[in-house]
């Protein structure tokens, strides 16, 4: 089985990206079982794109809406914001009506695949 | 040029190139910040250098070094600055020659500024601190919020563009229009915001950041539209008010009018129609130009607000028609199409309904038409204006002589 580690950090700490990955949780994250991690920046940094009826919208900030679930996660890779909310757009077209892709810079992070 | 006048002069423009070569909107503020502050210290005493715009640039680079250098980190940033810090700063005599050719990038900025990643509220505020040289505190003030708010507001929006990586470019032809669209709609809020109030003269801010526009973008029509839209509406600033009461263009005394404003604004107007655009601007642009003609040629002006409901599905935009309606045809015919509106909590609606009604002579439906518009204005002039009229459709007060508004 695989399994996806969802971490959530404290409002307070935002500015985890001027900061290095606690030591002992850096060599966590070396043994074989850990197939690949990504450090995030905090929301503050998120743009949301929902699909409404064929049309992208764009919202400042994170996802926020309890009726929906966390379903899924995609790493990818782009010159800049512009270029990530191309590919999310694409993404978010095929998707099912009432999905919405969070699009979060990632700060570091490894993918060594399963 | 008075010292503050070459400062707001040459913010946007030291600042912009900073971001170019610092590629952090924050870093590039300090130390414009700082820059700005030798030279109010050394200019008066020295005289003003040659190339004012490419020593604070210099002089600005230059603080951003060190105060890497005192950070130790962050020395990678960009080839240029990792250059820099092995050979030490540059004498801002050093750079003179190169300054002629900086790149003007305050387009570059903008577009950064009013992203569509970046809130609304954001997009104002920074593009008013970024390009407009106006301090938080200024900023906060015009928009009556407290310094914390605006200063959170701002910095937030700061590291959203470094840590997500909204780009420092002039957007790709394909996405040009909507993101030129953003940009404009900025600056039209902050000129609209303006209007109210008597606070920071955001109009004036407006204004000039729509001259900068124009400057950079000199072929783009809605550019050329927005800025003369702006300069027609405010040439009429000074008759706009009169013993702190709002009054209405008609009532207006139009030796008080900017003659000089509104032969540049119908400049640009001509300019912006050669073009061939029939964008938003442009049409808002034409009515504004038809709204200071005596008499006011209504059908035309009803038929441009009928084009701009066509574009913007504004019902703002068919309540404004609706009062061209009502002179062509009638109160009623005016008030028919303002009920088919749902602008419950506009304010201008109110005072537009019982405007009409009043001269429909439905002055008891005017009177408290008056009064919910009284309860919805948010300044004192338009307040003052209310009172007066919500006097005269007292029943028991004869009523005052017709007088038509807009």
Known sequence: MQYALLAYASAEESDRATRPIPGALAAQLDRPHVTGWARLHADESATTLHNEEGQMLLTDGPFIDSKEYLAGLFLIEADNLDGALAIAGEMLQETRPGTAIEVRPIIDGRFRGA | MALDAVFRDQWGRVLATLVGILGDIELAEEAAAEAFAIAAERWPRDGEPANPTGWLITTARNRAIDQLRRRQVLADKTKLLARDIETGPQPPEALMDDAATIPDERLELIFTCCHPALALEAQVALTLRTLGGLSTDEIALAFLVPFETMSKRLTRAKHKIRDAGIPFAVPPDHQLPD???????????????????????????????????????????????????????????????????????????????????????????????????????????????????????????????????????????????????????????????????????????????????????????????????????????????LQERLAETTPSVPRGPDRTTT
Request: charged fraction near 30%.
């Open chain 2, 179 to 385: 993101r030129l669209a953003a940009v404009l709609a900025v600056v039209y809020l902050i000129f609209n915001q303006g209007w109210g109030g008597g606070r920071v003269d955001l109009a004036a801010e407006a204004i000039h950041l729509g001259r900068a526009l124009a400057d950079l973008m000199p072929d783009e029509p809605e550019v050329l539209a927005l800025l003369a839209l702006m300069l027609l509406h405010d040439a009429r600033k000074a008759a706009r008010l009169r013993d702190g009461r709002i009054v209405p263009l008609d009532d207006q005394d139009r030796a008080l009018w900017d003659e000089r404003q509104i032969d540049e604004g119908r400049a640009l107007l001509r300019r912006a129609m050669a073009r061939r655009s029939t964008g938003p601007y442009l049409v808002q642009a034409a009515i504004a130009d038809l709204h200071l003609h005596q008499p006011r040629d209504w059908r035309q002006i009803a038929v441009l607000y009928q084009t701009l409901a066509r574009q913007t599905r504004s019902s703002i935009v068919e309540m404004n028609r609706a009062v061209a309606v009502a002179e062509i045809d009638g109160p009623e015919a005016g008030l028919a199409i303002l009920d088919r509106l749902d602008l419950d909590h506009y304010r201008y609606f109110h005072s537009t309904r019982a405007e009409l009604l009043r001269r429909a002579g439905r002055d008891g439906e005017a009177h408290d038409a008056y009064r919910r518009a009284l309860d919805l204005a948010q300044t004192e002039p338009e307040q003052r204006f």
